[in-house]
């Protein structure tokens, strides 16, 4: 009974992750969805019995989460020379460029801290490390971005190692706020938005 709630929990996020993204950058209908996600998140975890919190470390998960930026900083001046990896990630960033700061900040880490609650709460507990990770990527996969489909394969394993040291959710709660938070504040400013490019292009003669 319980896979079964556990499953339905993540369709549904993950149906309402893929519309969120579908939706027109700092539009209603994208804020509405985004804040849809996150309650099915937490909704699920709440459900599903009991949250552990583990090892009450800050430190360790919040330099994991600098270390982590650091490494996705480095890949970022490569990737904006590489026109698929560029349009991918700017197509993300364009949800920040059109918003207002303080939305697209407080969407942000309140549906990455939702993630950490349910994916690495009740699924880790169910499926364990790798499972959970594997069905952490999967539910990315809605997005239709490539960049956030790695992302999501890469900081998932270390959020998911973050659950297995510490025992409990604070850790990669911490890791993914630091994380998407030097994410929001530099990585705009390495790429335009999308739009922008189109508005950019000479005009056909």
């Known amino acids: 009974m319980k ?20 939706s027109p950058p700092a539009s209603k209908r994208f804020y509405g969805l985004t804040a849809g996600v996150a309650t099915t998140w937490l909704a699920g ?13 800050v430190v ?18 490569v990737s904006r020379h590489i026109p698929p990896l560029r349009r991918a990630i700017a197509g993300v960033l364009d949800y920040a460029h059109r918003g207002s700061t303080t939305s697209v900040v ?24 790798r499972r959970s990770t594997a069905v952490y990527v999967l539910s990315t996969c809605a997005t239709r971005n490539p960049a956030l489909v790695l992302a999501s394969a890469v900081m998932g394993t270390v959020f998911a190692w973050q659950r297995g ?3 409990g959710v604070q850790a990669p709660v ?11 504040a530099v990585m705009p400013r390495l790429f335009d938005s999308p739009s922008a490019d189109v508005r950019n292009e000479p005009e056909p003669r």
Request: contains cysteine; positive net charge.
């Open 3 to 22: 896979g079964r709630f556990l499953t339905a929990v993540t369709a549904t996020g993950t149906a309402l992750l893929g519309a969120s993204l579908a």
């Open 45 to 57: 975890a709440r459900a599903a019995g009991p949250v552990h919190r583990g090892r009450r470390d």
């Open 60 to 77: 360790g998960p919040v330099l994991a989460g600098a270390g982590a930026f650091g490494v996705f900083y480095g890949c970022a001046l």
């Open 106 to 129: 407080v969407t942000t880490l309140v549906t990455g801290a939702a993630e950490e609650v349910f994916f690495r709460g009740p699924l880790y507990d169910a499926l364990g490390t």
């Open 165 to 167: 040291r510490s025992g």
């Open 174 to 184: 911490l890791t993914h706020v630091v994380w998407s938070s030097l994410m929001l």
